[in-house]
């Protein structure tokens, strides 16, 4: 057994071979893999299809057992049930059964972490609600949608508000609303200090929400970091601002010149669709617009807020009672991440105070990190995904 | 705890959500629902009910069976194959936990079935219970189908049988003795002397069963009698004493109708004895408050206080508990009329108090003879004596055979309905069974797989003594000189046997815990005798099914991929 450390999850040498019938090993989808995902961090698995993503979760989930190597969850083996009660898995898939409704379902897994039936049923209506299947619960998950029961997947996952949350791709078959959703939930999670592991090959969702990365190929590690570090093109320096007229822009041009650079690039920064596509369903929904689907109103449930109510220490003494579990010494926040130099962007810009720009309305403040487009190379991630390049509507879906 | 009844509840919801439990169900009421109209017996009331309570325990034990074979295999499988288990694993609970709670719910649900089945069954058996007919199939109804008896056999008839093998080969002398042996010697066929002498044994056994149980026509008084004596008859209740008005009296029959409380009328049996003011009768009818008495003998409606009886008086009432003797004569020749003439005494050998009564019994079929449990003695002892009587009128008669098996004293112990009950736990306890081979076999086999495997229990389950007969090994199995083929089939035989071992010591004898012929027989299902098929299906088997089960599923990967 692996010996406990600051690592939530730690695996060593983690092989998993799959053999045919006749026990002859035949794949190996897993190979002498050395995982650490550290307390308090959202780490992506990325990898294409059949890099052993999923694989890795399953033995991280005691689905699986290793071929060979060994797996620490909270320093204790991936089966050991009082770990458990501290994770929340959403599969690839919603597997979810068919004839029971909304609310049974997350009232079925509810008990199996023993909370007490108050407390079960405030969290389901607060999922519910967060997932938009509040109208809809009594209906028959085997009659909703895909989307709708990925939806209620998330719910499930959450319902034990877990210290650590596996997410097997966790937007697939979600529609846009959704998938931000499930981003801001991985953002306010990780807020508060929990611990997200996901796998995934949508490399926009990993790239705004996680701090580190593992990238898997053929069962490999090919790289691991900080998404900052990997993805920083240390090369090259982005401006965002207001609109500047062409005697400012002239005036920059000549100072980068001064510094010694060429600029590469002048040009207006487009909207990302998501952005549109949110924007026009929170249109619809409050001009009341009938649906049979989803309702969210993008509001993460109070429960899994930090502060919410009477505060983090009551939803953190309602876990301990309904979690019949020995929680461990807090874990010690790790180091901020390295930020970029910016030297070059202030000396530029000290004739004009920089502005903010206004956060969105309606969407929770996420973690001071720069967006998307200032700092995406995506071409390293293409490199490395075997020649696989993302165009920019695809990342940004 | 809880993490098993949560798995519990959710099991119980998705048994009845499933469509297999619907149609199930529905199959249920229209089978059962008709048993009473197309399922007539031998046309008799107290036939039909017979065949509806015998019909309904097998139809509920096979529809039943495989219901519940079909949702425990699935249970498991289901969860398996749809990877739902991924969800329901990756939560805090043990995997045995999971089996266990599976297990629970589908016994929960059928639980409930088997109620529902045995409530629609037992309200058929109450309707039809309800229809008119004549007074012998009524008494028939109220004491041998509408109640819980116990039964005891006679002695032992194996030291009377030694001792006449004993006498016929003193008889014998020792010289014709050997010539007797020497004479099955060539007709044996292992041909060994110990093989002869065993024949000799044999064909002596036989005489010996057929002159101690066969006698003779005789005409009264007098004549040879079989003689049985029964052991252990615990006569249950004290005798109930109670006043009675008399509603009429029969102007030319020795019969009189009395009311009595509704309560005293649940305590008679029809055909039972009764005393009143202390004259012998028997309970002729009863009504819901009305009681009919006929007395044994037109004059006792002169003797003593009876004679003073007048409409609209009250009487003191005796209801004795009572017992009854069942036996089957079997003529040796022609009976003249398929009639064959009897008579019993029936003594308690303390007290020496005697019953008679003389009989005429249609031949081949089993009958039953009611008495006062006065003659049971205080420790539970009476004795039976027979005579074969020739034909009053025409003095002709024939030989009898009373086999010793058919011979029982049966008893009232208690009532119908708690038997009822008893017999559908009887029902259930299968199911338990089934329920826990089904998540056995689910738990590492896929479900066509498992449900297959499982299907083979129930007819295994049931043709257990068939099977063990059928292969049964001679004790000489491996003795003698024989040849390769013979060999062969004998080597054979004996891995036939073993395997018919290894079913019989893996599966329960379900034919020994069906109900339907103690129902029907209303023959005592007792606490006991249930107590000890849970200990041995549900308490043993069960536990080691649903042990393996855990521990095969514990190692299972359950997001195993064959490629």
Known sequence: MVEATRSIIETRQLTKTFRDFWLREKVTAVSELDLDVRAREVFGLLGPNGSGKSTTLKMILGLLFPTRGQIAVFGKRPTDVATKARIGFLPEESYLYPFLDAYETLDFYGRLFHQPRPERRRRIEMLLEMVGLKAVGYRRVGEYS????????????LINDPDLLILDEPTSGMDPIGTRQ???????????GKTVLLSSHLLADVEDVCDRVCILYGGKTRRTGPVDELLARQDRTQITTDRLDEATLDRLREAIRAAGRRVLDVDHPRDRLEDLFLRIVREAQQQKVATGGALADGKVAEFLQS???????????????????????????????????????????????AVPPAPEPGRPAAPSKPSADERVDRDVIGDLLGGERPRKDEGDA | MRSIWAVARQTFTECSRRKVAAVSIALLVVLLGGLPFYAVGDGTLSGRIRTQLDYSTIMITVLLGVVTLILSVSVVCDDVSTKRIFLVAAKPIHRWQYILGRWVGVVVFLALLVAAACILSYGLAQYLRGQQTNPDDRRTIETEVFAARARVSPESLEPRVQQYIRQRIESMGPQRYEEAVKAFLGSSEGGSLAAAEQALQKELRKQALQALQSVPPSAPPGGRPLVWRFQGVNVAGAEVRAAAEVVAIHPND???RFRVDPLLVGQMSFGGPVRVEGVDARIYDLGRDTVDVMFLRPDDMKRGAVAGLKPGRDATLVVEPMIQITYKPVPQGDAPGGVLFS????????TNEVYYENRNDPVRLPATLSVPGRVVSEDGEVVVVYYNRVSPGTG????VKMAWEDMAVLYRVGGFEWNFVRGGLMILIQMMFLAGVGILTGSFLSFSVAFVVSLLVLPLGLMRGFLTDAVRVPTDAFGGVE?????LERVGLVLANYMVRLVNAVLPDFSSAMPGDSLVDGMLISWSQLGAVSLYAVGVRVTIALGVACLVFRKRELARVQV
């Open chain 2, 343 to 350: 008579e019993w005494q029936v003594i308690n050998p303390k």
């Open chain 1, 146 to 157: 895909k989307g709708m029961q990925r939806r209620i997947g998330l719910a499930q996952a």
């Open chain 1, 307 to 353: 502060g919410a109510e009477a505060g983090e220490a009551l939803i953190e003494k309602l876990v301990k009672q309904a979690e019949p579990v020995e929680q461990p010494p807090a874990e010690q926040e790790p180091p901020p991440p390295p930020q970029p130099a910016r030297e070059v962007l202030e000396s530029l810009t000290a004739e004009k105070p």
């Open chain 2, 254 to 256: 020795p019969l009189i």
């Open chain 2, 396 to 399: 002709a008669g024939t030989s």
């Open chain 2, 483 to 487: 040849g390769a083929g013979e060999t």
């Open chain 1, 182 to 192: 499930i981003k801001d939930i991985i953002l306010t999670l990780g807020a508060r």
